[in-house]
């Protein structure tokens, strides 16, 4: 039994935390590992590659989240309802969320396909006439893997919901092996086949992505038994579903998916500052996923348990978790800044970039770590403990306040008015990871961020 306190001292929370994340968390980096093979074969393959390559993925990256997004909103109701066990509610947010994610995919596909150079001159200057074709080659390849993903995605953070992850990691083992391997051959031409370049790259996340999309699918329908999901599931849509999840999860897709923009429009602001700061953010970007990855895993499995606890109706036990997670979360920020800072090297000279980028990333990588400290904090309360608890609508005020008032701005004035040297620029990109966390700190010590959103 728990005793009564501010922390948890049950050791059942600390074993729930481990199983719902460090398999979200493998996958997370296999996932990064994914995208960072493709840019390093892809630099191996010829120097020039990198930037456009990297700017073309920064496109993938926001509609990456944005699909992320639009699948964790699934979880604030699916985890609530999973702690009731209402096993015929969680099957009709089930189907509406794979509805959703599908859409989304299918509209961001159509809009490459259908606009490739008004989309690749969001993030690259007109200027940059030699790269900008190899981008929207890659791009117009790489977004057929948006669908697969999407449902990948929907399906994993339905059954993350009802504390199935393991497939999770299966599929991304599965794909990233894909991926290497297809990557070997496409890009470089081997065994008979044609040297494709960046377009084999491309082609290769297709094929990785649809591979780990059948394994996700084939787990879920007949390999889980925690719910019995049927394909035709997905078929049977309630209004009142559609309406909670617009209510309570949207909120979630659209916080990650105007986090993604913002995200997409700092790239667009460091694509005309040229090939060398380019190639410097996006080794600097992957280095800050790689110190962020496990952080943003743990959350997940936060949004779980305090989701479930909510569900249940139990405050206490609701307000123990919050307190202890939050000091988890302050611990592993310091621990993780500190390996980031420590491997910045080794890591950025797997590129083989000149030194002025090597130089440039090194110094990025150490202001991006610094500010890790406080991502993992504030990471550990809006995605984990606030959305779990049903408080997505405060989670995306402020991500909307901080994005589009605060970082974007002075983003923008750091490069192109005031003309600061880049690594300033850099910080700018990341200043709200400085005073979030206090916010988080702040809603957390009342009581409002506690809503039960589930139905009788």
Not at 195 to 216: C, D, P, Q
Not at 245 to 264: K, N
Not at 289 to 295: Q, V
Request: aromatic residues 10%.
């Amino acid at each position: 039994m728990m005793k009564q306190g501010l922390f948890v001292k049950d050791k059942e929370f600390f074993k729930t935390m481990v199983r719902l994340s460090l398999p979200t968390a493998f996958r997370s980096l296999l996932s990064l590992l994914v995208l960072t093979v493709d840019n390093v074969m892809v630099s191996h393959f010829s120097a020039q590659t990198l930037a456009p390559v990297s700017q073309a993925n920064s496109v993938s990256t926001f509609v990456t989240a944005a699909l992320t997004g639009m699948a964790g909103g699934a979880v604030v109701l699916i985890s609530q309802y999973w702690g009731k066990r209402d096993t015929r509610a969680v099957k009709k947010v089930f189907a509406v969320a794979c509805a959703a994610c599908a859409a989304l995919a299918l509209l961001f596909m159509a809009a490459i396909l259908l606009f490739p150079q008004a989309v690749i001159s969001l993030v690259l200057d007109s200027s940059q006439t030699a790269i900008t074709p190899i981008a929207i080659s890659y791009l117009r390849i790489s977004c057929l893997a948006y669908l697969p993903l999407a449902l990948s995605n929907a399906i994993s953070s339905v059954l993350r919901g009802i504390e199935v992850v393991k497939v999770t990691l299966y599929a991304t083992v599965i794909s990233l092996l894909s991926n290497v391997a297809l990557n070997y051959v496409l890009i470089f031409g081997r065994f008979g086949l044609p040297s494709m370049g960046v377009e084999g790259a491309a082609l290769a996340t297709v094929i990785a992505r649809a591979i780990e999309f059948a394994v996700v699918w084939v787990y879920c329908f007949r390999v889980q038994k925690a719910v019995n999901f049927q394909p035709r599931d997905l078929l049977i849509h309630e209004k009142w579903a559609w309406r909670d999840y617009f209510r309570f999860g949207a909120p979630v897709g659209l916080t990650d998916a105007q986090w993604a923009l913002v995200g997409l429009l700092k790239m667009s602001i460091i694509g005309h500052l040229g090939a060398t700061m380019m190639s410097a953010v996006n080794l600097t970007d992957t280095m800050m996923n790689l110190g962020t990855m496990f952080t943003f895993a743990l959350a997940g499995g936060a949004c779980v348990v305090v989701g479930k606890a909510v569900g249940q109706g139990d405050l206490v036990k609701v307000r123990q978790y919050s307190n202890t997670i939050q000091v988890m979360f302050a611990i592993i920020g310091i621990v993780m800044a500190l390996i980031v800072i420590a491997l910045r090297v080794p890591f950025i000279s797997l590129y083989g970039q000149p030194e002025e980028v090597e130089s440039l990333a090194s110094s990025m990588i150490l202001i991006g770590a610094l500010t890790m400290i406080g991502t993992s904090y504030h990471a550990s309360c809006f995605t984990g403990i606030n959305r779990g608890a049903g408080d997505s609508r405060f989670v995306m005020t402020v991500d909307l306040i901080c994005g589009w008032l605060v970082v974007l701005p002075l983003t923008y004035l750091a490069a192109f008015h005031f003309h600061w040297p880049l690594p300033i620029v850099f910080l700018c990109t990341r200043i709200d990871q400085c005073f979030k966390w206090i916010i988080a700190f702040i809603r957390l010590r009342g009581k409002k961020w506690i809503k039960n959103v589930t139905r009788k």
